[in-house]
C-alpha cells in the first residue's frame, strides 16, 4: 500500500517540474491503464482531456481539478485529494479548454434566466415580509 505522503510528495514532484516518470520511480509499481499488473500497485492514467463529468474518474478528482487554477503556458497546476474510499489521488492539469454552448446556450440562459427570475420573486416576497405584517400559514409552502 503507498502512502498519502507518497502521492503528496509526488504531486509536489510534477508541481516542481518533474515528469511524471520520474516523480512515480521512487513508488515501485505502477499500473498504467490498459496494463496488468499487481494489485496493490499504483494506478496511473496518461494524461488526456476530460470534462466534468469524464466516465471512469472518481468525482472527487474530477471536482478539485476542475477547481484548480488554470496553469501557466508550459506548467502544470498539481494537487491531490482523498478519494470517498480513503485512497488518495494525485491529479495535474496541463491545459484549459473553455466550454462551449450546445444550440448557442439557448437552453442554458433559459435555465439562468428562471433561476435569476426565481430569486428576484424571492427576494420580494422578503422585503414585503420585512415592511408589512403578513400572516401566513406555513403549511401551504411545504
Not at 504531486?11 to 515501485?28: I, T
Not at 472518481?58 to 501557466?72: C, D, I, M, N, S
Request: hydrophobic residues 50%.
Amino acid at each position: 500500500m503507498i502512502a498519502p505522503a507518497q502521492i503528496f510528495a509526488i504531486a509536489s514532484g510534477v508541481a516542481a517540474g518533474e515528469k511524471w516518470d520520474a516523480a512515480l520511480k521512487p513508488v515501485g509499481a505502477v499500473a498504467v491503464a490498459g496494463k496488468p499488473a499487481a494489485p496493490d500497485a499504483l494506478k496511473f492514467e496518461p494524461a488526456k482531456f476530460v470534462g466534468r463529468t469524464e466516465p471512469g474518474i472518481a468525482p472527487e478528482v474530477l471536482r478539485e481539478a476542475f477547481k484548480a487554477k488554470a496553469p501557466a503556458a508550459g506548467q502544470a497546476t498539481t494537487g491531490s485529494v482523498r478519494l470517498a474510499n480513503g485512497d488518495v489521488a494525485a491529479f495535474a492539469v496541463t491545459g484549459v479548454r473553455p466550454g462551449e454552448l450546445k444550440d448557442g446556450g439557448s437552453a442554458e440562459r433559459r435555465a439562468l434566466d428562471s433561476a435569476a427570475g426565481q430569486a428576484e420573486f424571492v427576494a420580494f416576497l422578503d422585503a414585503l415580509r420585512a415592511r408589512a405584517k403578513v400572516h401566513y400559514n406555513p403549511a401551504i409552502f411545504e
